[in-house]
């Protein structure tokens, strides 16, 4: 069984200031995880991707996240938001198991920024 | 290349009809997942193809819900006597990554949303 938690229905940020986005995860075997962004009236867009290569990942748009196993979380941080990252976002754990690949999203992060 | 085209747009129906949503994947992606989003929610898995065959659809949350992809591209979501709690946008994925690699990043349509009046 697999299952994400976001930690924060709503984060919001002033223009300029950091960004974190809190993501913890249970799963029975070694997991993929994975951002995506949905921007209003928008399709789900991948942000970057965990698979068990280098724990701190690097994403589009100055986004990163970093994976810590004895934490199971996989937060996702940006040194600097800008108005256009405004959006919601979700946490998504995956692994393969008996011939299955089923991503299981977390509810979502709505992101605010203010300027 | 053109992204994964979900049709239609927007559907408005009266309970107790019948629905169906189509989505066309990216060339190639064998791999197609249908999700259901309801108002302030994450995606909620329905119901997984590799190829033609469903090879998970433990998400169809009951028997009025049905899906197909006769030919392994596109696919056919399928709702018969919809009711109000029907009412979501409902979510296309592709992915070229078989079942069996960890690593496949899905490719989304911008949906389908379903209103059930």
């Known amino acids: 069984a697999q299952s994400v938690t976001q930690l924060d229905s709503h984060v919001s940020v002033s223009e300029g200031t950091p960004v974190l986005l809190r993501c913890n995860y249970s799963s029975s075997y070694s997991p993929s995880l994975f951002w995506y962004v949905q921007h209003p009236n928008k399709g789900l867009q991948l942000l970057l991707k965990y698979t068990s290569a280098a724990t701190l990942v690097k994403g589009i748009n100055g986004f990163e996240a970093e994976f810590k196993k004895s934490e199971t979380s996989f937060h996702l941080t940006k040194p600097s938001a800008h108005m256009s990252d405004a959006a919601e976002y979700f946490c998504v754990v995956s692994h393969a198991s008996g011939g299955s690949y089923i991503p299981t999203f977390g509810r979502g992060t709505s992101l605010i920024v203010h300027p | ?117």
């Open chain 2, 1 to 117: 290349g053109a992204g994964v085209s979900q049709t239609p747009s927007n559907k408005v129906t009266e309970k107790g009809k019948y629905v169906e949503l189509r989505c066309d994947p990216i060339s190639g992606h064998t791999a197609l997942y249908w999700y259901r989003q309801s108002l302030g929610q994450g995606p909620e898995f329905l119901i997984y193809f590799q190829g033609t065959g469903a090879a998970d659809d433990s998400g169809l949350p009951n028997d009025r819900f049905f899906a197909v992809r006769p030919e392994g591209s596109v696919s056919t979501l399928k709702i018969q006597r919809t009711e109000r709690g029907d009412s979501a946008v409902y979510l296309c994925a592709s992915s070229y990554t078989p079942a069996t690699q960890n690593t496949g990043e899905l490719f989304f349509g911008e949906g389908s949303r379903l209103t059930v009046l």
